[in-house]
């Protein structure tokens, strides 16, 4: 069992940046990928960034490449989402979770998103 905990939200103005962290208690290589969505009122919710718990490749949704970055630290058991050039359309409700990635029998990035293993998420406001 892993139980996750988002931390760093807040409110910035355009151009601003923010690092969230999500803090993992637990086994964490019980979860192959972990990443960031996010859900924003009337939006669909959008899988931001992911990484594998092991290390290797990343994914970064083409809406937030070159200006968010995923990195984690294994010893602490922490992930992280480095924002920068934030817009007000980045506003959100941002969630750390166990999600879906590629594997050896195939997969896609955040199909699913574990709900089971979710944090309670961080609120991102981005004014103009």
């Known amino acids: 069992q892993v139980q996750l905990v988002e931390s760093g939200g807040g409110s910035v103005q355009a151009g601003g940046s923010l690092r969230l962290s999500c803090a993992a208690s637990?086994?964490?290589?019980?979860?192959?990928?972990w990443g960031w969505f996010r859900q924003a009122p009337g939006k669909e919710r959008e899988g931001v960034a992911g990484i594998y718990t092991r290390g290797g490749s990343r994914y970064v949704a083409d809406s937030v490449k070159g200006r968010f970055f995923i990195a984690q630290d294994k010893a602490k058991n922490t992930m992280y989402l480095n924002m920068t050039s934030l817009k007000p359309e980045d506003s959100a409700m941002y969630y750390c979770?166990?999600?879906?990635?590629?594997?050896?029998?195939?997969?896609?990035?955040?199909?699913?998103?574990?709900?089971?293993?979710r944090g309670q998420g961080t609120q991102v406001t981005v004014s103009s």
């Open positions: 637990g086994q964490l290589y019980s979860m192959l990928c």
């Open positions: 979770a166990a999600v879906g990635c590629p594997g050896p029998s195939g997969g896609t990035w955040f199909e699913p998103i574990d709900q089971d293993y």
